[in-house]
């Protein structure tokens, strides 16, 4: 009973962290910063005065699907960012190449999350089969069905709140850059600061669902 009221409540947490960002961008992409500068253009400068110059920095289709590539070296922006002037468009640039900051100087929580990304990718694959072998073949999560989900959820969560920190260091990092370079006013970082502050709700909300799940199932082993 419990575990299904906060799961009701997470659940509205998710909505609402993804309503947040999609409202809280959309209004800063409306913004345009006062210097002009594109996202590219921001991004390449916070990694210049970092001294990154093996970075790419790459124009990519989608709706927020900007990223850093610890392995490529190289930072996608998607097109509104990567050409936009707005102060959403520069926050997530600059917050990307916070991202190339912390790679760059070996920032171990990053260093932590890029040596979980395979385990991550693997019971990612794997979980869809347990579940749906639980119920076909065990009559529901049991047994050896129920720790493979345990042992699943368990690296998914660890991977989850590692991703905390490092996403919370990235965007600090950007917004100190962005006023120290001058590419936006100490007026203007509010613009910033609520687009990514709205992001981070996303990556807590992803935290506690997985830790949510985790301890349901660790409450069913028991």
Known sequence: MIFGVLFIFVLIFSIYAQIRVSTTYNRNAQILSRGGITGREAAEAVMSQAGIDDVSIDEIDGHLTDHYDPIRKRLSLSSENYRGTSLAALGVAAHEAGHAIQHKIGYKMLNFRM????????????????????????????????????????????????????????????????????????????????????????????????????????????
């Open 115 to 222: 040596a979980l990304v395979p385990a991550t990718q693997f019971v990612s694959r794997i979980i869809p089969f347990v579940i749906l072998g639980s119920y076909f073949l065990a009559r529901g999560l049991t047994g050896m069905m129920l720790d493979a989900a345990i042992v699943c959820y368990a690296v998914l969560t660890l991977f989850q709140l590692v991703t905390l920190p490092v996403e919370f260091d990235a965007s600090r990092r950007a917004k100190a850059q962005l006023v120290t370079l001058g590419i936006v006013g100490s007026d203007e970082i509010g613009g910033v600061n609520e687009t990514l502050d709205a992001a981070a709700l996303t990556y807590l909300a992803a935290f506690i669902s997985a830790l949510l799940v985790l301890l349901s199932l660790l409450s069913r082993r028991r």
